[in-house]
């Protein structure tokens, strides 16, 4: 019983992290908005020192390491593997460099794909997000 309590505390402390860095990146709730490139920066970090989660180093992995090193993580359900989606999708949009913006696009995309494989529910905020990934990644 211990141990379901611990997995559900790291799902919701996950959740609860990313959804505070969205709120951070989008102005809304208690942070303000500043330059999205210097609130993702902070986001890695918090999200480095919170639960371990090396953003770099998973923008950096092919498909297959990052889908493993995404398993690595218990508070990773679902949800918040969308959220965190949600989160790279946000930080590309303002991102000067075309090469990094492709990189979170894919990922996000990866991402957005693992969730559709593993959820047993069909999302069509899910799917409506997917088609935005897939189009902004036929621009480059």
């Known amino acids: 019983m211990e141990q379901k309590d611990y997995l559900l505390r790291e799902i919701e402390k996950m959740g609860l992290l990313i959804r505070a860095i969205i709120n951070k990146l989008l102005g809304t709730g208690e942070g303000s908005a500043v330059s999205t490139e210097v609130s993702f920066s902070e986001a890695k970090t918090l999200l480095n020192e919170e639960v371990n989660f090396n953003m770099d180093l998973f923008l950096e992995m092919n498909d297959a390491d990052a889908k493993g090193y995404l398993a690595t993580f218990e508070g990773l359900n679902v949800n918040n593997k969308e959220m965190l989606a949600e989160l790279l999708f946000i930080a590309q949009s303002n991102s000067q460099k075309p090469a990094v913006r492709k990189?979170?696009?894919?990922?996000?995309?990866?991402?957005?794909?693992?969730?559709?494989?593993?959820?047993?529910?069909?999302?069509?905020?899910?799917?409506?997000?997917?088609s935005k990934v897939e189009e902004a990644l036929a621009d480059f």
Do not use: V
């Not at 794909?113 to 069509?124: G, I, P, V, Y």
């Open 103 to 130: 990189g979170m696009l894919e990922k996000t995309l990866q991402i957005l794909l693992l969730c559709r494989e593993t959820d047993k529910t069909f999302s069509m905020e899910r799917e409506a997000m997917i």
